[in-house]
């Protein structure tokens, strides 16, 4: 089925910015709904933000709305993760996701995950 392969993250100071691509290949069909989620040392994996195929659809938790931009590469299924004024509290692995539901933001819909990339913000 469907692979994910995040990249982009690393080291920024606070306050500056940052992009997070994901690249899916294999079978990218059955893929109606892209996210992203983080996780950070000792805390629960938390939903970031979604796009539904259609690249219309966009939900964001609101810790991250105003900063954080989702979209999507039409080209090819890349997912992108725009993410400014980056905050130390936003130090995490973020991983890219993906799911057959049209639209949802709900971790159990989520059945397809990258390896993760880490998102130091320092202060």
């Known amino acids: 089925q469907a692979q994910l392969v995040e990249s982009g993250g690393g080291l920024v100071q606070a306050g500056g910015s940052l992009r997070l691509s994901c690249a899916a290949s294999?079978?990218?069909?059955?893929?109606?709904?892209m996210a992203w989620f983080r996780q950070a040392p000792g805390k629960e994996r938390e939903f970031v933000a979604s796009l539904a195929r259609s690249g219309d659809n966009t939900n964001y938790a609101d810790s991250v709305k105003g900063r954080f931009t989702i979209s999507r590469d039409n080209a090819e299924i890349t997912l992108y993760l725009q993410m400014n004024s980056l905050k130390p509290e936003d130090t995490a692995v973020y991983y890219c996701?993906?799911?057959?539901?049209?639209?949802?933001?709900?971790?159990?819909?989520?059945?397809?995950w990258g390896q993760g990339t880490q998102v130091t913000v320092s202060s």
């Open positions: 996701a993906a799911s057959p539901a049209y639209s949802t933001t709900s971790y159990d819909a989520f059945v397809f």
């Open positions: 294999g079978r990218t069909s059955n893929i109606y709904s």
